[in-house]
């Protein structure tokens, strides 16, 4: 097919067309109003609600295959195509749209997420609490991105405090992680396999800071482990497109933190660091296509996230032959929000 429907229209979905552009395909979007950046490379671009059953009929019917690059797309939504017009499959939204789900499914396949507790009450939590102990975290099961709907829990006391959230949460044993890192692969509709290497990544205040590569022998030393369950979960959801794990490398091995369905902020390297990008691999996926070569392609690759107002000027990162910068056009600035990306390689 020739035209490729993205469901959501946040800066994933904007370097997706782009790759999708280069191999030749049309764009057609689909999210409701808000600061759609992918709008601006894609054909056309529906705002309608997720549960406009007309409007996503008439998207269905202008699309030869569909995919999402937005995690919370409703399931109902995602489920509403025909299953050979959408990939991946709808299962794995549902799976990872909550945290509990993903956690036990994940399990299922031999992994080990950190120690937690469901909770639906403040009896739940004080129990979670005293039995997992503290430090540990309160998060929703649903929704949270960017570390929104967290609470950091240091102690009995926090927990009889708390103001608890609205909505069914989890709590989770605080890891002593020595480095985090993420297993990005992209699975082809043949069942063929392809990883990029695993970056180092950095948080600061639950939001990615930074992704590196090499990415040192804490991470490098694990990553084989966690690929063989990244592999399996993308077995066992028949899986197309790219699919990401996030886990904390520790004394005791890889923990599973959780997954994304979709094209991910720690592998925006791979667009002047890999051989073929994460988002051009997505399209191939999706697409039908013969999968490229994942091979990292610099001796060292530096991912930075531009948050806030640190866009503004950001053109002067230029200065410096070896980077590259990525503004992805958003019109609201928000503190805390990821306004664009700085790719800078040290190349051999
Ligand atoms: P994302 O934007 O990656 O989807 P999110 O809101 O889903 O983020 P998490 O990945 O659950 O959030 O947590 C964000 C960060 O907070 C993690 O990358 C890690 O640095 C820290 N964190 C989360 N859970 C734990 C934990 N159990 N122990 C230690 N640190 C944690
Ligand atoms: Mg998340
Ligand atoms: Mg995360």
Known sequence: GSTIGILGGGQLGRMMAVAAAQLGY???GYSPEGDNVAAAVCEDFFTNEWDDKEALAAFAA?????????????????????AD???????????????LSEKRFVEDLGGRPAAYAKVDSRTDLEAAADRLGAPGILKTRRDGYDGKGQWRIMSGRDAAGLKMPDAAAIYEGFVEFRAEFSVILV?????????????R??????????????????????????RKLAGKVAQ???YVGVLTLEFFATHEGPIFNEMAPRVHNSGHWTIEGAATSQFENHIRAVAGLPLGDTRTIAEAVEMRNILGTEIEGAHAFLADADTHLHDYGKSEVREGRKMGHLTRLTRS
């Open 26 to 28: 049309r764009c057609i």
């Open 62 to 82: 202008r699309c030869d295959v569909v995919t999402w690059e937005f995690e919370n797309v409703p399931v109902e939504t995602a489920r509403a195509f025909p």
């Open 85 to 99: 017009q959408i990939f991946p499959d709808p299962r794995a939204l549902e799976t990872a749209q909550d945290r």
């Open 187 to 199: 699975r082809g509709q043949n069942g063929e396999v392809r990883f990029w290497d695993s970056a």
């Open 201 to 226: 990544n950095t948080h600061e205040g639950g939001v990615l800071a930074a992704s590196l590569l090499p990415a040192g022998k804490v991470v490098d030393a694990q990553v084989e482990e966690a």
């Open 236 to 238: 066992a959801l028949n």
